[in-house]
């Protein structure tokens, strides 16, 4: 079984920045791409970024792109993403993923085997 554990999440102001971290479980870490999305209440939830499993490769949504960064540290199984220049629009729970192995998108929900418990987010105007 596979445990993913969020934090970092909390208060700021638009603008600021915070840095999520996603802790798992298992000796498998390196072999998973990763995934963070965010949802809001009456809404699904949507993808925000992801990186391969070797770190190699990146991607995000449109919305977060050259705000956001993704990476990942497979001695320390976690991954990580830092959140600058936040809008009040970023407002969300934010959940990690780990990318199940025969998947062939990072995009959807639907491509993710495990998840976290989540972490708030809220950015004030």
């Known amino acids: 079984q596979v445990q993913l554990v969020e934090s970092g999440g909390g208060l700021v102001q638009a603008g600021g920045s915070l840095r999520l971290s996603c802790a798992a479980s298992g000796r498998t870490f390196s072999s998973y791409g990763m995934g963070w999305f965010r949802q809001v209440p009456g809404k699904e939830r949507e993808f925000v970024a992801a990186?391969?499993?070797?770190?190699?490769?990146?991607y995000f949504a449109d919305s977060v792109q050259g705000r956001f960064t993704i990476s990942r540290d497979n001695a320390k199984n976690t991954v990580y993403l830092q959140m600058n220049s936040l809008k009040p629009e970023d407002t969300a729970v934010y959940y990690c993923?780990?990318?199940?192995?025969?998947?062939?998108?990072?995009?959807?929900?639907?491509?993710?085997?495990?998840w976290g418990q989540g972490t708030q987010v809220t950015v004030s105007s």
């Open positions: 993923g780990r990318r199940s192995y025969y998947s062939s998108t990072y995009y959807y929900e639907a491509g993710y085997d495990y």
């Open positions: 990186i391969s499993a070797s770190g190699g490769s990146t």
